[in-house]
């Protein structure tokens, strides 16, 4: 799922990574607007409110969306620059050292909250900036991984790409079909683990408040236990294999 990369890939590998990460991404997104009425896994409508506070010459509030969109961005940079560096050593396990960092930053949030600290603005920033920076890093580990053919934490792109996708497969166009109808099940896999997300961590936090993000961290873990333990499995499959 994860230590896959390039022509080693499966539309399988990246079902499962799409199915998982897109949940963790939704339940993420519907906690931040729950909690601090931030979108998290997605900075385009923070510039529309950076350019709108700018030009009301609310500057504060301006800067506040401008370090939103930094924390998206240094999320991204900082799972970029981990995956390159491990990639320089020949690493197979480049991909653990962001998922950890996302699984510490939505686990200190989680354990912030449990142990009674209120929702002040300075908190409520704090809160935001955590979590954009998480959805930074996994949106920027997924679309490496995936060669870019998988994004887990914003929509319009998938959207668009769907509705493509789906005029060329109502127009009958001379493309191989199988390879279409398996575009349109992934992107769909996407959007139906983004809202299923959404609507579980809405649904949750009406009684656990940010501690359901303990949740998606479980997910996460899931996900890295669950790969070593198929590439131990494929590991021991050649080796006896071999043998016989």
């Known amino acids: 799922m994860f230590r896959h990369k390039g ?3 499966t539309f399988q590998h990246n079902l499962k990574l799409a199915s998982l990460l897109s949940c963790v991404a939704g339940m993420v997104n519907s906690i931040g607007v ?14 529309a409110y ?4 700018f030009f009301l010459e609310d500057y504060a509030y301006a800067f506040t969306y401008l370090l939103y969109i930094f924390a998206f961005l240094s999320g991204a940079f900082v799972s970029g620059l981990v995956m390159e560096l491990a990639a320089k050593r020949q690493s197979h396990t480049s ?16 354990l912030s909250f449990f142990n009674g600290i209120r929702l002040t603005p300075v908190y ?3 809160v935001s900036v955590s979590l954009l920076f998480a959805m930074g890093l996994q949106n920027a580990l997924v679309t490496r991984v995936s060669m870019s053919v998988v994004r887990t934490t914003h929509l319009t792109g998938l959207f668009t790409d769907l509705g493509i996708e789906l005029s060329q497969l109502l127009s009958n166009r001379t493309l191989p079909k ?23 961590g809405g649904w949750l936090y009406q009684y656990f408040k940010l501690q359901t993000l303990f949740l ?20 021991l499959k050649r080796k006896y294999r071999v043998k016989s």
């Open 50 to 53: 950076f350019s709108e506070q």
């Open 178 to 200: 199988p390879m279409l109808l398996k575009s349109i099940f992934l992107k769909l896999m996407i959007i139906g683990g983004f809202f299923t997300g959404g609507i579980t």
């Open 124 to 126: 409520s920033k704090f």
């Open 216 to 235: 998606p961290v479980i997910i996460l873990l899931f996900a890295l236990w669950y790969d070593k333990m198929l590439f131990r499995y494929y590991h």
């Open 7 to 9: 022509k080693g890939r």
């Open 34 to 47: 729950f909690s601090v009425h931030t979108l998290t896994t997605n900075v385009t409508g923070h510039f």
């Open 95 to 110: 991909y653990i050292i962001p998922i950890v960092i996302e699984v510490a930053i939505l686990s200190m949030v989680g």
